[in-house]
């Protein structure tokens, strides 16, 4: 998967100093997140936390919130359901406020339960055993692509990231 740095979209690169602990990082999260997907559970953020290995991670912490948001870019630049959507809050049962708000600077839509339920719906048919057997095509007519995607305002950054986990 190729990775973009936080600073390409918006967010203080200075988290992650390293390009190659980011990439792993990436990574490890990105294998943790399909593994999940091809099962069709969701995980909490601990154990997307836990999913990185090369690095030790909070649950509710800025770089937690990086590589989710590297997910969402990845893609929605790439034109797959959102991967980041099984990442769910163990009091809520769904994302926090920071996965809409991230997701919006890329698609437009009104009800934030639905839109997540439909990403999760189409990661869970993209990625699940039974559809790559199948050869099954992953229908996402809910988004409305937003044309030219949005940066994130740096003063909005610490607030962003606290309502990623909320």
């Avoid at 909070?58 to 937690?64: Q, Y």
């Avoid at 990403?119 to 790559?132: G, I, M, Q, T």
Wanted: include cysteine.
């Amino acid at each position: 998967m190729a990775t973009s740095h936080p600073n390409d979209w918006g967010f203080d690169p200075s988290n992650w100093p390293d390009d190659d602990l980011w990439n792993e990082a990436t990574q490890q999260l990105r294998d943790a997140l399909e593994a999940a997907a091809a099962l069709r559970t969701t995980m909490s953020y601990s154990d997307a936390a836990k999913a990185v290995r090369c690095v030790e991670l909070d649950a509710v912490s800025v770089r937690l919130a990086h590589l989710l948001c590297q997910q969402i870019h990845h893609d929605a630049s790439n034109g797959l359901p959102l991967l980041s959507s099984i990442v769910i809050g163990q009091h809520r049962n769904q994302p926090g406020k920071g996965y809409f708000t991230f997701a919006r600077r890329y698609f437009k839509f009104r009800d934030d339960e639905v839109f997540w339920l439909s990403e999760l719906d189409a990661v869970f048919k993209k990625y699940s055993r039974r559809a790559r057997r199948s050869g099954a095509e992953t229908h996402m007519a809910h988004r409305v692509a937003v044309p030219t995607p949005q940066q994130q305002e740096p003063q909005d950054q610490a607030a962003f990231i606290a309502s990623f986990f909320e």
